[in-house]
């Protein structure tokens, strides 16, 4: 039964450092504080097993969950986060760029997206960067709590119209860790992707 048992397996700082078996992996990527880890907490039902803050650029290692001995959930490090110096940003945004690559094992990847903003030019040019190396990407829409429902509706649809005119129909989740919100969807669509 999905969720029966979680676990930390590892931090990586590359791809050929992660973990040597061929589970399916589920990674997760956005702008910094955009909601990864808490997300993934909510999912697996785990108070702080990724570990949360309200300081951007906590994640900066490949962190490998592992679901039920069948499946990883992988926290990805952020992207977008100017407080950190040129170099450290850019040692954080190699370590994201060569796991999503090169990990042969990476089954599909989850753009994280804050619903509160238009859309922002480090998503846009992220969205560039998976469209030129063809990775097949869905899009977790975070923190809908925060805003009217008419409101999430029409950034939604801003969004969605975006994205349809520069890649495929991705599936897209409207979610809020702290609300629970849209998180029965991604689990079962998770689980649809393991059979």
Known sequence: MFLKN????KSSSKSSECPADSRHEFAFIGR??????SIINSLIQRKGLAKTSKTPGKTQLI???LIDDIFYLVDLPGFGYSKLS????????????DYI???????????????????????????NFLIEYNIQFDVIFTKVDKLKAEVVKKKFMNYKNFLIEKT??????LTSSSKKTGLDD???????LTD
């Open 101 to 127: 690559t090169n990990r042969k094992n990476l089954t599909k990847l989850f753009l994280l997206i804050d619903i509160r903003h238009e859309p922002v030019k480090s998503d846009i040019d992220y969205i």
């Open 86 to 97: 040129k170099s450290e940003s850019e040692k954080i945004k190699r370590i994201s760029i």
């Open 32 to 37: 910094s504080n955009v909601g990864k880890s």
């Open 186 to 192: 991604l689990r079962n669509y998770l689980l649809s």
């Open 168 to 173: 495929y129909n991705q599936k897209y989740f």
């Open 6 to 9: 979680v676990k930390f397996i």
């Open 63 to 65: 962190n490998h969950f």
